[in-house]
């Protein structure tokens, strides 16, 4: 009986895939080139600052000044949580010593943050919202990080930024972390997405899921619709459609990474529409929206504004807002459906009158 257990055991450990995120993406790209590198070795600070992230989380409630409110306000008018302020010195502080980012540029703060010794050397940008769905840490839900990677493109000399105003197609990486019953980082480099699970007894990001796609049509919508009178009516049409046909379930937890991470894998929308009043919405381009858009499309799915794609949409400053529809290509498309025949309604309706 020992012979068969051991037998299993060793059987188990070998098939198991021990691939670690630095080691996947020289495979992804098929080389060992400076640039590929440095992509793995962005990565690789990126999961060292999701694994500092993890742990202050996994004993929020046991760590004084963890949780809570720090009383000032960031750029967003916001208040900021005590964990949005220290994810985001983490990310700063990983990056520090990297030689390869020459700035970071975070929903947390008004302008980038520069590392003047990297900037010499380092041809790359970081661009993150250290914590999404803050909201959600004091009550111990999950919650995340979303990270992309762009090149810097010229020389930046007025320390404006002005290079990252560009549409997402400028991305050369994109990912999340999200926080939850196991600790998952999810890229992608532009071949495919690929996710990974934080082995605490190995202290790696193991390879759990490769070439991940999104399912054509999901049962899911994810929205949240305390905001249903606020909203245009085209998305309320939408709504009222999914409540009177079988087959639509809805998701919503308050964190966007979460919400995003089940579409994923399971399927569906995830809408946050604009406003009325404020129609450009609350997520902002290019720490949340520019990022998840890059994933979805890798994985087989689209992400709109509802009236265009979302990857096309060019930032007019660094913290630009847009509404954002994403998930499976059908879903996305059955949404946009009832703001095209809204509008086209309204076209009718002017050229009636005229």
């Given at each position: ?37 440095d ?8 999961a ?42 983490v ?52 919650i ?6 762009r ?48 082995d ?109 794609n ?24 059955l ?20």
């Amino acid at each position: 009986m020992a012979d068969v257990e051991r037998s299993l055991v060793e059987e188990h450990s070998l098939d198991r895939d021990c691939t670690t995120l630095s080691r996947h993406v020289l495979q992804q790209l098929k080389s060992f080139s400076a640039d590929a590198q440095d992509l793995s070795a962005l990565m690789n600070r990126i999961a060292l600052a999701a694994k500092i992230i993890s742990r202050r989380l996994s004993r929020a409630d046991l760590v004084e000044g963890a949780l809570g409110f720090t009383g000032n306000v960031n750029v967003q008018g916001e208040s900021v949580k005590k964990m949005d302020a220290y994810a985001n010195d983490v990310f700063i502080s990983v990056f520090k010593q990297s030689g390869l980012v020459c700035r970071l540029a975070s929903e947390e703060m008004e302008k980038p943050y520069y590392i003047p010794e990297n900037c010499p050397i380092g041809r790359y940008s970081l661009i993150y919202d250290p914590i999404d769905g803050s909201s959600n840490v004091d009550i111990n839900l999950n919650i995340g990080s979303i990270f992309a990677i762009r090149r810097q493109q010229g020389d930046d000399i007025d320390g404006e930024a002005t290079d990252l105003l560009q549409d997402g197609h400028q991305q050369i990486a994109a990912g999340y972390v999200i926080y939850g019953p196991s600790t998952m980082l999810v890229y992608s480099i532009g071949t495919g997405v690929h996710a990974f699970t934080l082995d605490p007894s190995l202290g790696e990001f193991i390879l759990s899921q490769e070439n991940m796609q999104v399912p054509d049509h999901g049962p899911v919508y994810s929205v949240n619709e305390g905001n249903f009178w606020q909203w245009d009516e085209s998305i309320r049409d939408y709504i009222r459609y999914v409540h009177r046909h079988e087959g639509y379930t809805a998701r919503y937890s308050g964190a966007l990474v979460g919400d995003f991470h089940r579409i994923l894998c399971q399927g569906g929308v995830f809408i946050y529409p604009g406003t009325v009043k404020k129609p450009e919405g609350k997520l902002r381009l290019l720490y949340e929206t520019a990022p998840l858009a890059f994933l979805i499309e890798q994985a087989g799915g689209r992400a709109s504004t509802g009236t265009e794609n979302l990857m096309d949409v060019v930032p007019e400053k660094l913290h630009t807002r847009t509404p954002l529809i994403i998930g499976s290509k059908e879903d996305v498309a059955l949404v946009e459906s009832f703001i095209q025949e809204r509008t086209r309604e309204s076209k009718e309706a002017i050229a009636s009158r005229s």
